[in-house]
């Protein structure tokens, strides 16, 4: 079982810029749709975790639904999926250990944990096992962090580093417990 974040940033840290946007991440080109590793972790993992906030970008996006496992979008809010998405999208809510302990007791043991603030209130609690982050080489000087406050230190260990794209970098990490 683990809990995987993949995601981009900025070298400076940032997921988004100042206005919560995201079109930095096509500042690198990619014209042959070579894959960075989203196709491998949608082979790996069993669903996705992801906020409430996260799901409105996903929808915004231009694109057919990107993902092929069902999405536990996390909300206290949300009273039912967006029409169209009711054999996608599931609303869970409640503590994140318990959230976690029922879809693992469902058979959702591997999960892709997606966005800002349900990857740092994961991180909170010591509930994410690996990480892969991509860093796009610009400076966003602002912008939603990655990383938030934690209680104590989380040691990861690089496993891989490597240049995507010949210019971004994405190292994988697993946490050492």
Not at 20 to 48: C, Q, Y
Not at 60 to 72: E, M, R
Not at 95 to 101: S, T, V
Not at 156 to 172: R, Y
Request: proline share 5%; net charge negative; aromatic share 10%.
């Amino acid at each position: 079982m683990a809990n995987i974040v993949f995601i981009a940033t900025s070298l400076d840290g940032f997921i988004a810029d100042k206005q919560g946007k995201l079109e930095w991440l096509h500042s690198v080109p990619n014209p042959d749709n070579i894959d960075t590793g989203f196709f491998a972790l949608m082979e790996r993992i069993d669903g996705l975790v992801m906020g409430r906030n996260t799901l409105d970008v996903v929808l915004s996006f231009d694109c057919n639904w990107p993902y092929t496992k069902p999405v536990f979008v996390l909300s206290n809010t949300m009273t039912k999926v967006p029409s169209g998405y009711e054999d996608k999208v599931f609303l869970v809510n409640g503590e994140l250990k318990d959230i976690i302990a029922d879809l693992n007791a469902k058979g959702f043991n591997d999960l892709y944990i997606d966005g800002g603030v349900t990857i740092q209130n994961f991180l909170k609690q010591d509930l994410i096992d690996e990480m892969v982050i991509t860093r796009f080489p610009i400076l966003l000087g602002g912008g939603a962090p990655l990383f938030g406050e934690l209680k104590q230190p989380l040691n990861f260990k690089v496993i891989k580093s490597e240049v995507v794209l010949e210019t971004l970098v994405q190292t994988s990490y697993v946490r050492e417990k």
